[in-house]
Structure formats: C-alpha cells, structure tokens
C-alpha cells in the first residue's frame, strides 16, 4: 500500500512539471513593446468652426439646407401583377412524372410549365396558359381532355410582374 501511494505522488509531481513547462513554453510574455499612438485626425467638415473675428466684420451664415423629400427617394409603385386564365392539368409526385405530361402539352402546341409548390405530397404542378381569356381556356380544356384524356381545373393564375 505505500508504494502505491509512493506512486501516485510521483506522478503527480511528474504531472505538475510537465505543465509547468508547458505553460512557460506556449504562454511567455510578449518581449515586443506596444505601438506607439497614433494621433487621431478628423475630418475637415468635422473640425469646429473658427470664431468670428473681432474686428466686427459680420459673419456670412449659409443658408440651411432643406431636408430632403422622402417621396421622392422612394421607388414608384409597382405595377399590380395581371391575373390571367389557366388550366391546372395535374399535380404530382416526381419532376420526371410531371415533365412527360409537360413534354406532351408541348407536342400539341400549349402553351405549358411545371410549378414546384412547397412541401406537398405532390409538390410538382403541370399549368396550361396562360390564355389571354376564359374562352381561350375553355377550348384549350376540351382539347386536353380529348387528346390527354386528363381533366384540368380552370383557375386565375397571377402572372409575376416582368423585370
């Protein structure tokens, strides 16, 4: 039993050396002075004003500026975004799925996109149009439902407004 407390305490003590001596290596006190300061320096049209001078000649004030018109900084208003006729052919699951039914409205000659909407069960949307009106859209319903054997859903879609 006291040698193994003999132990412990040497290697404890072996313990305190090696890091007394790692601490004197990686942590010596900068041997380099501090720069010196440098004067601080201001702005010309932050530097105060001379006072008037004593003679008594008056002094020439400048005119206060007006602030400016915040209306004016502000960019015009944008223009609404138009709202025109189009067919909702399909949601579905996969781009792929949906880029068949887009390749296909394209061979007939709609005019056709793929909107991704979000974290959905079928995320991936297939769009007609849009149709300049309601007729268009409809005539463009029967003929997708002809060729496509698909029923689409009419809707307004909000066109983004061009850059």
Not at 8 to 18: E, F, H, R, S, T
Not at 22 to 50: D, H, N, Q, W
Not at 85 to 92: C, K
Not at 111 to 140: K, S
Request: charge should be positive.
């Amino acid at each position: 039993m006291a040698k193994r407390f003999l132990y412990g305490i040497a290697l404890a003590a072996g313990l305190v050396v090696i890091l007394v001596g790692a601490y004197r290596f990686f942590y010596r006190g900068s041997s380099t002075t501090p720069p010196e300061a440098v004067p601080y320096r201001t702005a010309p049209e932050f530097l105060p004003k001379p006072a008037p001078s004593a003679t008594g000649a008056p002094s020439v004030q400048e005119p206060p500026v007006p602030p400016p018109d915040l209306k004016s900084l502000l960019p015009a208003e944008p223009p609404e975004p138009e709202k025109q006729f189009a067919l909702l052919v399909g949601r579905y699951r996969t781009y792929q799925e949906a880029g068949k039914i887009l390749a296909s409205l394209k061979k007939e000659g709609e005019p056709a996109f793929i909107r991704h909407e979000g974290r959905q069960r079928h995320p991936y949307e297939v769009w007609a149009g849009p149709f300049p009106d309601e007729i268009a859209a409809r005539a463009a319903a029967r003929l997708i439902k002809k060729k496509l054997k698909v029923s689409a859903k009419q809707e307004k879609l909000q066109l983004p407004v061009p850059k």
